[in-house]
């Protein structure tokens, strides 16, 4: 069973209009991670989180907020959404150990469309 | 700053040929890089292909070869002999054994494989 579990799948949006991305792991993971994906590039960090009730700034968190209520749960907000915000998004959660950066665990993103 | 380049795909080999992906990257801020391959099979998320933590070791997985390069920084992909399930995306990414950035990953913009029966 999916350890990682978006939803939506995919979204059609407005511009202007509010989108929520909602990520659920079960691993029992402290870490989770929100990214972007355009063509030609790699995955961006927009937002992500070491603990439930505390989310940090990636590398691109302009347009994004990110909420994180529970361990399990791991949202990314748009607030008013843009033209330049349709990419794919991943969520990914892990566990780095002592000294060791440890593997993340993906979803199977969310294709948004902003029109 | 950080960053890893790889390989422009798509790459279009036959089945049973061999393969290579390059990935070389650059750590700037990253006091003890690590570094990983993940695959992306179409409709999934990405999964962890093999990682390798200490500079001069090699990863294996299902038949692909990485060796991290220090002195050529580099973490270049290879399998002797790819067969069509291969097909997927690819990507190159850095991490951060110890540091401030521990968690966090640098990813290469993934290379396209396709295998040709």
């Known amino acids: 069973e999916a350890a990682v579990t978006q939803s939506p799948r995919s979204k059609v949006a407005v511009t202007g209009g509010k989108v929520t991305l909602s990520c659920h792991q079960t691993?029992?993971?402290?870490?989770m991670y929100w990214y972007r994906q355009d063509t030609g590039h790699g995955l961006r960090l927009i937002h992500y989180?070491?603990?439930?009730?505390?989310?940090e700034k990636g590398d691109i968190p302009d347009g994004y907020k990110a909420s994180r209520p529970s361990q399990e749960n791991f949202s990314l907000i748009l607030e008013l959404a843009s033209l330049s915000q349709t990419a794919v998004y991943f969520c990914?959660?892990?566990?780095?150990?002592?000294?060791?950066?440890?593997?993340?665990?993906f979803g199977p993103g969310t294709r948004l469309l902003v029109l | 700053g950080d960053s890893v380049t790889q390989t422009e795909g798509p790459v279009t080999v036959s089945e049973s040929e061999s393969l290579i992906i390059n990935c070389t990257y650059s750590?700037?801020?990253?006091?003890?890089?690590?570094l990983f391959w993940y695959v992306r099979y179409p409709g999934e998320g990405l999964q962890l292909l093999l990682k390798?933590?200490?500079?001069?070791q090699k990863g294996s997985s299902r038949g692909f070869e990485a060796t991290y390069n220090k002195e050529t920084t580099s973490f270049h992909l290879q399998k002797a002999s790819v067969q069509e399930s291969d097909s997927a995306v690819y990507y190159c990414?850095?991490?951060?054994?110890?540091?401030?950035?521990?968690?966090?990953?640098?990813f290469g913009h993934g290379t396209i494989l396709r295998v040709h029966p």
């Open positions: 990914a959660s892990s566990e780095p150990g002592q000294g060791v950066q440890d593997t993340q665990y």
């Open positions: 691993n029992n993971h402290d870490y």
């Open positions: 989180s070491y603990v439930a009730d505390s989310t």
């Open positions: 750590a700037t801020s990253i006091a003890y890089p690590n």
């Open positions: 390798v933590i200490t500079a001069g």
């Open positions: 990414a850095l991490g951060d054994l110890a540091g401030a950035n521990t968690g966090k990953l640098t």
